[in-house]
């Protein structure tokens, strides 16, 4: 096959090479036949790039099957293509895989195809252009996030996702058999990052997390990737300031080093001034005001978040919940029980963040469990973390999938997740 490696990517070559040998691979996109040479679109991961092909070269070069990969060598000159700078001369043309025709979709999106055939060749899909630069805008946002936590003092840790209990009381979680024992998929890290406190301070967790929802929505999925964070010393208001800088950072990270990305992807530019932060209560007046008559501890529906992301435009926080509404571990607030330390980060309807203060007292842990129709023994194992001196800490776990799907604009969340799982998808 001999040599398979490149000296340059698409978007390296330019005017500075002009003269020089360079090696480019890739696929081929288009080939233009006129007798004595062929002009060869050659595309990679950063770009695409003209190619004149002459003698023998040329036959090989129009018979050959679109998106198939190729290597070739050859000399940088300049181009009077208006599309191209410039365009390299070959000497050496070589297929390395040839592409099996039909193929199962377009993937430069010239012919449409529909979102399923798409997500079925979910690998060649990401020979589009677009779709790719989704998926490098994905990245890039991870790491912002994974930037700003480190720089906060927390340190990446990694809990399992098989799990021996019902950790949040059992509901939604996908069941199987463990070497004969009952076993469960994680649906958070909940308990553990809480337990981590003890002795790592602050700690995050970036993973794939599983709920058995039968839902067939745009915005649900089975496998989800989840940011959590947890961190001792810290009150709900200081993580709800910690959420911001982490949102502010992926914003921030498009906005400054991904601008080509996001054009591709024809996403527009994010601007977060200061999330609004909003009681439950000042949430339900008004709703009320717009003919939306809640009741103190029903919870917000669809049509009600709808309504307040009408009135709210962007992300805003939802605070201080009634304390029935949320799970045995919230802490509920100190000038008024029926309230707790809580918070969600909404976008519209749709909510990317859930967090707060976590109870730390043992006793009062216990008592909530079985308030909460929940047996105490069944968490054993975690409250025996509780009586070694357990820190007062608070978290959150934000979905980072919607978070994806807010700043791209996307209308499901499946376009910015590479292999969905739903209750329909199993493969590929």
């Known amino acids: 096959m001999g040599d398979i490696h490149r000296t340059h990517y698409a978007r390296e070559l330019g005017e500075h090479l002009a003269g020089k040998e360079v090696r480019i691979a890739g696929w081929i996109e288009d080939v233009r036949d006129i007798g004595k040479l062929a002009f060869v679109i050659v595309r990679d991961a950063t770009g695409a790039c003209q190619i004149i092909v002459t003698g023998d070269n040329v036959q090989k070069a129009v018979q050959a099957q679109r998106q198939s990969a190729v290597v070739m060598a050859g000399m940088v000159q300049k181009s009077k293509a208006k599309d191209f700078s410039v365009e390299v001369k070959v000497t050496e043309f070589t297929i390395l895989t040839s592409a099996v ?3 199962p979709i377009d993937p430069t999106g010239r012919v449409e195809s ?15 252009p677009k779709v790719a630069a989704i998926f490098r805008l994905r990245s890039a946002g991870l790491k912002a996030v994974r930037e700003i936590l480190c720089n906060e003092g927390f340190i990446e840790v990694n809990t399992p996702k098989i799990i021996g209990s019902a950790s949040e009381g059992g509901a939604n979680l996908f069941r199987f058999e463990y070497f004969k024992h009952k076993a469960y998929l994680a649906q958070s890290p909940q308990l553990y990052k809480e337990q981590l406190t003890l002795g790592l301070d602050r700690v995050f967790e970036i993973g794939p997390y599983f709920r058995a929802e039968n839902s067939h929505t745009v915005r649900h999925l089975s496998e989800f990737t989840s940011i959590d964070v947890e961190a001792a010393f810290l009150d709900y208001e200081d993580v709800m300031d910690l959420v911001e800088k982490v949102v502010g950072s992926v914003v921030k990270e498009f906005n400054n080093n991904c601008k080509k990305d996001m054009e591709l992807a024809g996403v527009k530019e994010t601007r977060l001034p200061k999330i609004e932060r909003l009681t439950y209560e000042q949430c339900l007046d008004e709703l009320a005001k717009h003919e939306e008559k809640l009741q103190f501890g ?5 049509a009600a978040l709808r309504n307040l992301g009408d009135i709210h435009s962007g992300f805003y926080f939802i605070t201080d919940w009634p304390l029935k509404l949320k799970p045995f571990y919230i802490h509920e607030k100190d000038d008024d029980p029926r309230l707790s330390k809580s918070f969600d980060l909404q976008h519209g309807y ?5 967090g707060g203060r976590r109870l730390h007292d043992p006793a009062k842990l216990r008592a909530r469990l079985a308030e909460q129709g929940l047996n105490p023994d069944g968490f054993a194992d975690h409250l025996k973390a509780f009586e070694w001196g357990m820190p007062p800490h608070s978290g959150w776990g934000l979905g980072f999938d919607r978070l994806m799907m807010v700043l791209t604009g996307a209308q499901n ?6 292999y969905p ?4 998808r199993l493969t590929p």
């Open 298 to 302: 029903d919870d917000l529906s669809d």
């Open 350 to 354: 749709l909510e990317l963040v859930s």
């Open 413 to 418: 969340v499946r376009e910015v997740v590479l």
């Open 114 to 128: 529909g979102f399923d055939k798409r997500l079925d060749a979910r690998a060649l899909d990401l020979r589009n």
């Open 101 to 103: 025709h039909p193929l």
């Open 421 to 424: 799982r739903d209750t329909d």
